[in-house]
């Protein structure tokens, strides 16, 4: 059982940065394409961003496109997720989530495992 647990959310103004972390436990994380996912109130969870097992292959959704980007270490069982130029419309809780397959998918139903989320707050 893979246990992930996400950090670096907060309040921060818009124009402005923060790097989230997902630390992985308990799987092999090296084996598993990691996404980031995001759900504001209201709204269905949706994609942000995912890379492969490798980190070879990344992608993100057109929203964040120039200005998240997403990397992992293997040897730290880390996944990141740095946020740049951050708009209100950012404002969401964020996922991490682990996929048993190397390579990733913007399908939030091929993720087998969730961390509990953290919440990212944009001011305007």
């Known amino acids: 059982q893979v246990q992930l647990e996400e950090s670096g959310g907060g309040l921060v103004q818009a124009g402005g940065s923060l790097r989230l972390s997902c630390a992985a436990s308990g799987g092999t994380f090296s084996s598993y394409a990691m996404g980031w996912f995001r759900q504001a109130p209201g709204k269905e969870r949706e994609f942000v961003a995912s890379v492969s097992w490798s980190g070879d292959a990344e992608y993100s959704a057109d929203s964040v496109k120039g200005r998240f980007t997403i990397s992992r270490a293997n040897a730290k069982n880390t996944v990141y997720l740095q946020m740049n130029n951050l708009k209100p419309g950012d404002t969401a809780v964020y996922y991490c989530?682990?996929?048993?397959?190397?390579?990733?998918?913007?399908?939030?139903?091929?993720?087998?495992?969730w961390g509990q989320g953290t919440q990212v707050t944009v001011s305007s």
């Open positions: 989530a682990a996929r048993r397959f190397p390579y990733s998918s913007s399908d939030v139903n091929r993720y087998d495992y």
